[in-house]
């Protein structure tokens, strides 16, 4: 029986869920100096206004915030610098094909750590439109009522 890898996640990008509809997930491996993984470990990323673009046959990932490490001397890293995201070739093939296409970009989703190594979870997501995100509000605050009046029901 195999055992789930268990993962540590570092930091989500809870408003990407809000501002885009999510058709596919991929994980990858991130290119981090030295400092950069005591950071991430400590839990100071963030990754608001974030974004993958595939050059040149690799994918680049920008605009992440790593916080410099505290106890860091003068090696420490840039905070926003790009960092290079690793995967297989046919997966960024793909990706290549799909971003082409109208609307989708690469948004990173997560950061977490799976048997040691960093890693970041990106989607391939299309912007969601004004009207889109009033339906997922207001759909949510219908599920979020019924679920409460059915406590209340269960209590009686």
Known sequence: MAEKAKSQVVTENRKARHEFHFEETFEAGIVLQGTEVKSLRAGKANLQDSFARVEDGEIFLYNMHVSPYEQGNINNHDPKRTRKLLMHKMEIRRLIGKT???????????????????KVLIALAKGKKLHDKRQDLASRDAKREMEKAFKERQQY
């Open 100 to 118: 082409k296409e109208k609307g989708l970009t690469l948004i990173p989703v997560k950061v977490y750590f799976k048997r040691g190594k960093a």
